[in-house]
């Protein structure tokens, strides 16, 4: 099975996921980053990541490789921005076709539970009405005890 886990990560607990899985499952690592990027921290991280996500902003991304026709599973990492997915995977979703791809999402957040970023994604995604989810709270502050039995069980659902 050929796999590509596909990850957007502002502060670290998205790419903390996608490399674990990547060490668990194998795959192609894709790390989207945009050519302008998102403030980091301080008040403008949320206002303008915040406005550009509600607003459905597809920013231009730095070159990476990604072939839509060879993977046999596509999973999407990311963290919640207001409710919805990060502006780099909306652009993303709209310059690849994933519909004939098994695709599983794993979601970030501070404290939601990621259902309505999901429903975002599910949304901008053709052919994809339930993947599987992992949806996870700031998974890389090492406060969740559970979090290598939800891997290990996600993952065992993908194998
Ligand atoms: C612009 C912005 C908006 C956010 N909106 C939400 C939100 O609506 N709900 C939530 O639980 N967390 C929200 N967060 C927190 C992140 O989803 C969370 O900290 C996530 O783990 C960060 O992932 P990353 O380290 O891969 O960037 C937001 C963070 C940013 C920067």
């Known amino acids: 099975m050929k796999t590509a886990i596909v990850y957007y990560s502002l502060n670290g607990n998205s790419e903390f996921m996608a490399k ?28 303008k990541g915040g406005k550009d996500a509600m607003a459905g902003v597809e920013p231009p991304l730095r070159p990476y490789t990604f072939d839509d026709t060879g993977y046999d599973l596509v999973i999407l990492a990311f963290p919640v921005w207001a409710d919805k997915v990060p502006p780099a995977i909306n652009t993303f979703l709209r310059d690849h076709d994933l519909s004939g791809v098994r695709v599983a999402l794993v979601v970030s957040s501070a404290g939601g539970s990621g259902e309505k970023c999901v429903a975002d994604c599910v949304s901008k995604m053709r052919g994809q009405a339930n993947p599987p989810v992992l949806s996870l709270r700031n998974p890389a502050d090492g406060k969740d005890a559970q979090l290598g039995e939800k891997l290990e069980e996600f993952c065992s659902t993908l194998r």
């Not at 894709?30 to 301080?42: F, I, S």
Request: overall charge positive.
């Open 20 to 47: 674990n899985l990547a060490g668990r499952l194998g795959g192609d690592l894709v790390r989207l980053e945009c050519q302008k990027p998102y403030p980091a921290r301080g008040p403008l991280k949320f206002i």
